[in-house]
C-alpha cells in the first residue's frame, strides 16, 4: 500500500511552528516510504479563514522544503461532502434538526497509535454529535473523514490535541464503510516552563523566525528533533539523513520542549557552513545596501560569531558608522587599577604611534610586542570598534582602511582628552 500523508492546516493564522513540526514529520515519513505528502487548506470556518493565512502557510512550507504532491482546498469540495452526507442521511446514520447530526451508536472505540499504543474512547457520553450546518455547509470532522478517505490517506500522523476527535472520526469512517488509516498523534511541543507552547514563549510563527535570520535547514533541523530521537546523540542532520533515519517508533509520548538556545546554536552551526557568496545573499535583508566586497569581508570575520542574521544589524554596525564608546572602555581590562591620567597618557602615546606605523601592521605587531601586547592591542581595537568584544584590530581594520582607520584612531585620541 502506498503511504500517503498529508498537513492539514486551516488558514485561521500565520504558519505555526506546531503545525510547522507536524508537516515536517508527515513529510519525512511520506518521502522515506517513496510515498505522497499532501497539502490540504481546511478552510470551512467561512468567518475565520483567510487567503493572507494560507498564502503564509503555504510560503512557509515551500521555505522549510516541504514540498508537496498534491493540493487540496476544502471549500472546493463541497460536492464531494453533500454526496456523503447524502449517503448518512439515507441510511439513517444521520438526521436533520436544524443542522445535521450524526447517529452516534455510543459503543467503545479502540484504536491502534503508533506512537501511544492501543486507545480505548467510550463515545456514549458524545451523544449525536453535529456534523454539518447545513448540506453545504459540513463541519471539522465530517470533512477529515471523507477528505482522508477520498485522498487514500495511509497515515494520520498529527498533534495529540486530535487525540480526542479520533473516536468521532471512526464512527463517522465506520459509518460509511471507509478504512481506517494508521494514527500517530505527536506530543505537545512546550514552553521551558512545561506548559503548552504559546504567546508568552516568545515568537510562535515560522515568518518570525525566518525574518529574525533563522535558516530553513536549521529550522528543519530542530524542529524534527522535537518529539523524535535519534538513534545516536548526533545533533545535526541534514534533510537527506533525516528522510533516511526518522522514524515513528522514535517518536516520544511525552511533551517536547522548545529551547531556543538550541535553535540558535543549530543556526549558527548552519550559519558557518555557509560560502561567503551565499550568505551575503542572505544577509542584504538585514544589511542594506553596501559595496559587496566590503561585506564580504565583514561576514568572514562576524560569521564565526552569529546565532542568526539579524544580529548582523548590531553586529557589523560599526564597520559603516563610527562607533561610540566611553573613555573607560579604552582602558585594557588586563590592568586593573588603571584609569588614572597617567594611564590615559600612556594609552594616548600607544595609539599616536599606530597612526604613524600604519598601515604597516607588522611595525605595529613589533611595537605592540616592544610595549605589551594587550596594552596596545586592546586600546586600537576598541577605537575602531568601540566594542568589549570584537574581531581583532587587524582584521577590522583590513575592512576598513587606512583613512578610516586613522579618523577612528584620531577620535579615540579625542575621546581621551
Ligand atoms: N485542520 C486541523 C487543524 O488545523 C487538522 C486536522 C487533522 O490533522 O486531522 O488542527
Not at 112 to 132: N, P, Q, V, W, Y
Not at 169 to 196: C, M, N, S, V, W
Request: proline content about 5%.
Amino acid at each position: 500500500m502506498e503511504v500517503r500523508t498529508r498537513i492539514a492546516p486551516s488558514p485561521t493564522g500565520f504558519l505555526h511552528l506546531g503545525t510547522a513540526r507536524t508537516a515536517l514529520f508527515n513529510w519525512l515519513f511520506a518521502r522515506q516510504h517513496q510515498g505522497k505528502f499532501i497539502l490540504r487548506i481546511e478552510d470551512t470556518d467561512k468567518e475565520r479563514s483567510r487567503p493572507e493565512f494560507e498564502k503564509d502557510i503555504v510560503e512557509g512550507l515551500r521555505w522549510l522544503g516541504a514540498d508537496w504532491d498534491e493540493f487540496h482546498r476544502q471549500s472546493e469540495r463541497i460536492e464531494i461532502y453533500k454526496k456523503y452526507l447524502k449517503k448518512l442521511l439515507d441510511s439513517g446514520q444521520a438526521y436533520f434538526s436544524d443542522v445535521v447530526h450524526f447517529k452516534n451508536p455510543g459503543r467503545k472505540v479502540r484504536f491502534h497509535d503508533s506512537i501511544r499504543g492501543e486507545i480505548e474512547f467510550d463515545t456514549k457520553e458524545l451523544g449525536d454529535f453535529i456534523i454539518a450546518k447545513s448540506e453545504e455547509e459540513v463541519l471539522y470532522h465530517f470533512a477529515v473523514v471523507v477528505d482522508d478517505f477520498e485522498m487514500k490517506i495511509s497515515h494520520v500522523i498529527r498533534g495529540e490535541d486530535h487525540i480526542s476527535n479520533t473516536p468521532r472520526q471512526i464512527l463517522i469512517q465506520e459509518a460509511l464503510g471507509f478504512p481506517r488509516p494508521q494514527y500517530a498523534h505527536l506530543p505537545l511541543i512546550l514552553g521551558p516552563d512545561r506548559t503548552k507552547l504559546s504567546k508568552r514563549h516568545g515568537a510562535e510563527s515560522v515568518r518570525e523566525y525566518k525574518e529574525a535570520g533563522y535558516l530553513p535547514e536549521a529550522l528543519v533541523n530542530f524542529l524534527s528533533l522535537l518529539g523524535w530521537h535519534p538513534k545516536d546523540e548526533k545533533e545535526i542532520f541534514s534533510k537527506e539523513e533525516l528522510i533516511k533515519e526518522f522514524s515513528l517508533e522514535r517518536a516520544q509520548k511525552g511533551g517536547a520542549v522548545f529551547d531556543i538556545k538550541k535553535l540558535e546554536w543549530l543556526n549558527g552551526e548552519y550559519i558557518r557552513e555557509k560560502s561567503l557568496e551565499d550568505l551575503l545573499e542572505l544577509s542584504r535583508p538585514y544589511l542594506g545596501q553596501t559595496d559587496d566586497e566590503k561585506l564580504k569581508k565583514i561576514l568572514a570575520l562576524e560569521k564565526t560569531r552569529l546565532n542568526k542574521l539579524s544580529d548582523l544589524r548590531e553586529a557589523a554596525l560599526y564597520f559603516f558608522k563610527e562607533p561610540e564608546y566611553s573613555k573607560e572602555l579604552l582602558s585594557p581590562p588586563a590592568r586593573a587599577g588603571w584609569k588614572g591620567t597617567e594611564d590615559y597618557q600612556l594609552i594616548k602615546k600607544h595609539l599616536k604611534k599606530i597612526t604613524e606605523l600604519l598601515p604597516d601592521s607588522d611595525k605595529i605587531m613589533s611595537y605592540a610586542e616592544k610595549e605589551g601586547r594587550g596594552e596596545v592591542l586592546w586600546p586600537l581595537r576598541v577605537a575602531l570598534s568601540g566594542r568589549k568584544n570584537s574581531p581583532g584590530p587587524f582584521e577590522i581594520m583590513e575592512v576598513l582602511g587606512k583613512e578610516e582607520s586613522i579618523k577612528r584612531i584620531k577620535h579615540a585620541l579625542e575621546v581621551l582628552d
